[in-house]
Each structure stands twice: as C-alpha cells, then as structure tokens.
C-alpha cells in the first residue's frame, strides 16, 4: 500500500501490512494461524488495533488468556474492549477470572460458575455477602462450590452475616459442635446467639416458693 510522502506513517504500518498480505497468500501461512507466536504477541495493542485485529478476532485465533495476560496484561485487555465471551473463548480459568472480580468482568453467578471457581477462588474476592447474593450466588451454589464451616471463614464474615443473608443449613455446611467449630475460629457466643447447634437452651424456672399459713393479726 502507497502511503504517499508520509516515512514515519510507511514504517508505521509496514509491518501491519506484511501480515496482512501474508493472510491473502494462498500458499502462505496465515496471519491467524501465526497469532501465537511470539514475535507477534511482542505487538503492542496499539498496533493490533491499527492492524484491525479486534478482541473477537484475537479470541478465534486460539491464543490463550495465559498468553495474552503475559504480553499485555489483563487490565489493558479489557480497556481494549475483551468482554467475558472473549475471555471464555481464551480459556480463562475460574482462579484468573476471580482476580480480576465481578464488576470488573460484567458478570453474574451464571457466568463466574462456566469456568468452575473453587471456593477458595470466591472467597478470594472479598465481596460483601449481600452483594454475593445480588449477583445470584445462592446458598446451594456456594454449596456446589465446596463451601463449608472451614472455607466459610475465608469470606471474612461473621455467622450473624451469613445467618442474616442466606437460608442456611448448619448441618450441610459442616458444623458438628462447638468445638470443632471454635478450632475452625467460630467465636462461640456467635455460634449460641444464631443457634447454630439448635436454639439456645431456655433457663430452667425457679421452683415456685410454697406459701405458708396466713397470718391474722
């Protein structure tokens, strides 16, 4: 392609060009099919952008989210317009998708749970409970996950919280008694107050005081 008198424009996509006419060579390798290499992914995003590569088209050509993240990190993929059905594409994994979190991805509970987050990986985010739950975590997908009485602590919530924001099910999470609970770092007094083992026991009632004989005076 002529570029007319402008050098620096001629240098600039020069070598966007080549590929390009590469792609056109019957007998040549294409440009999708070279995607991977590194000489290739050593352009920077500027550059693909130039050269008309989009997320949809980087996302078919079978480059990894693993390789991506190495050449251009994650945040500058996503400012470049990668959404979550590109990054499935990619393969990413439920451990790289909860680092980057929720909001940053655009994406509810459905879609965090196609690439199979451990528990460990959700907890990781370090989202309120609530906000877990707006987002269409529910008890019995937390469950799914792997959560119990152990992994329930690395939320960072109190049993009050989680009492208060989903139904749960002491006895399927885990819980056997107060001991082994308080191992795992449940205060007692919190496990008591939401009757995690039953509700709190009633005191017993004073035996009533017998009445003796009247007096008349």
């Known amino acids: 392609m002529d570029h007319g008198r402008d050098a620096a424009l001629s240098v600039r996509y020069h070598k966007e060009h080549e590929l390009a006419a590469d792609a056109l060579r019957p007998s040549g390798q294409s ?3 070279r995607l991977r290499k590194p000489e290739l992914l050593k352009m920077s995003l500027s550059e693909l952008r130039e050269a008309g590569i989009t997320p949809t088209v980087i996302a078919s050509s079978g480059a990894t989210w693993s390789q991506l993240c190495k050449a251009y990190g994650a945040s500058a993929l996503l400012d470049m317009g990668f959404e979550w059905r590109h990054l499935r594409a990619c393969g990413i994994t439920g451990e790289q998708a909860c680092s980057l979190g929720m909001d940053a991805l655009h994406v509810d509970a459905s879609q965090l749970m196609e690439v199979r987050p451990t528990i460990a990986s959700v907890a990781s985010m370090q989202m309120p409970l609530q906000s877990l739950k707006s987002r269409g975590f529910t008890m019995d997908r937390l469950l799914a996950l792997g959560l119990d009485s152990g992994s329930m602590r690395r939320f960072g919530h109190g049993i009050k919280d989680w009492a208060s924001t989903f139904e749960c099910d002491w006895r399927k999470l885990g819980f056997a008694d107060f001991v082994t609970a308080e191992r795992q770092g449940w205060p007692r007094e919190e496990l008591h107050a939401a ?11 004073a035996p009533a005081k017998k009445a003796g004989p009247l007096d008349f005076f």
């Open 195 to 205: 009757g995690v083992f039953g509700a709190p026991a009633l005191a017993p009632a």
């Open 31 to 33: 440009f999708m099919s």
